[in-house]
């Protein structure tokens, strides 16, 4: 493992690939709309919530020197746990207090751990739905650590398109340890359906595997979402939210909402 991890390291990474082809495509003589790399929108009303967040620490004695100054807990820390778990347990009913919890450094490295602890040195990842997110690329310590489906493509008007996931192809057998899929869908915005969320969790509980939700512009935050979707959880799901797309990507803050023995 140590040496794949080494190779791994060495290589080019899928993000740089995203890097080159944005600079190629500004650098370029054709009409583009570009719409960036992964930066939030600055958006003025959620910047200056967050400044006046951070007034009312500096003001306060004693919370910017335990802010700057302190480690937190390895879980991450109780208090926002503890805020999170109550959000979801009293807006949406979901049985999770902050033992589900676990705050990492941005969700990305949450997918890091996830991915290879749960496939190990033989077993595959799904992704049900392709295209996935090009940052998942880097993410897995083996080349055939993802394994992706096709999915079932509906022509709509006006040349639009829609992806869904195609259960008649969609085979698993004991060599996949979970299920994943980023919901919306980064670079597509494919938002499954809540059908097809029910679907997937189905198929994972029939395997025994978990489900990953990737939510980092899920719903409720930040909810880049423009379509009908509910918050996902169940006992067999892993979720995995993110401050980043919320307007903090510098803050790097991952939220992973799982069951408590995971
Ligand atoms: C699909 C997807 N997941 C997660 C993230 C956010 O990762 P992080 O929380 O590490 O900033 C991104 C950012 O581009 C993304 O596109």
Known sequence: MSRDFQNRSRSRSG???????????MSGSTDMLMLGGGNPAHIPEVQNYIREALERILATEGRFEQMIGNYDTPMG???FRVAIAELFS???????TEKNIVLTNGSQSAFFALFNILAGDDKHILLPITPEYIGYADQGLR???????KPEIEHLDNQQFKYHVDFETLSLDDSFSAICSSRPTNPTA???SNAEMTGLLDLAEKHDIPFIIDNAYG????????TEA???WHKNSIVCMS????GLPSVRTGIVIADESL
């Open 243 to 246: 401050l980043s797309k919320f």
């Open 190 to 192: 494919n938002v499954l």
């Open 15 to 25: 993000i740089s690939q995203l890097m080159d082809d944005l600079g190629k495509a």
């Open 77 to 79: 820390i109780t208090a």
């Open 219 to 226: 719903t409720p935050f930040p909810n880049i979402i423009y």
């Open 230 to 232: 509910d918050p996902f």
């Open 143 to 149: 080349d055939d650590l993802f394994i992706g489906n």
């Open 90 to 96: 009293n807006e949406y009913g979901w049985p999770i």
